[in-house]
């Protein structure tokens, strides 16, 4: 069975009396809508005496664009994959006696849709990319890493 888990990017800085998150750092846990907004609730060390010292669940509340689901695969380097992930896969095309191996490079970002996972490519006209996540590499992020993303629309 995996593992149900999102992250989102924290709207504002949080502060127990041993950790702290900044506004814009990830944050990784459970997804819920609350008070009108959506939020991350994550464990947290906090020292509050008797039994509310050790791990409390906090909720952070985060941007809503930026909320991702982890999909329940690792890549080739064993890093979870979440959806917003831009993956690299390197696919075997064909063989022959006078080129050897031909492989291709593709760039996609995982998305979710019907009920399932996929990552369609970046480059217009590149085809479909393999469910096999476990060959691909995480190379970013939409939200941290637009760079990876320019001059490669599927338009």
């Not at 593992?3 to 504002?12: L, Q, Y």
């Not at 008797?50 to 991702?68: F, K, Q």
């Not at 064909?94 to 996929?118: D, H, L, M, N, P």
């Not at 990319?129 to 490669?152: A, Q, R, W, Y």
């Amino acid at each position: 069975m995996r593992e149900i888990k999102f992250r989102g990017k924290a709207m504002e800085d949080f502060e127990t009396s041993h950790e702290t998150i900044q506004k814009g750092e990830w944050v990784y846990g459970y997804y819920a809508w609350y008070n009108g907004s959506p939020n991350i609730i994550t464990r947290l060390c906090a020292e509050g005496g008797g039994v509310c010292s050790g791990l409390v669940d906090c909720i952070i509340r985060v941007d809503i664009n930026t909320v991702g689901q982890l999909i329940g695969s690792l890549d080739k380097n064993e890093k979870e994959i979440y959806d917003r992930d831009i993956l690299k896969y390197d696919r075997f095309l064909c063989w022959s006696r006078e080129k050897g191996e031909q492989r291709k490079e593709y760039i996609g970002v995982v998305k979710y849709a019907s009920a399932g996972f996929w990552c369609p490519p970046i480059k217009k006209g590149t085809g479909m990319l393999s469910l096999d996540f476990e060959k691909s590499v995480v190379i970013g992020n939409v939200d941290d890493n637009e760079n990876l993303l320019e001059g490669e629309s599927n338009g």
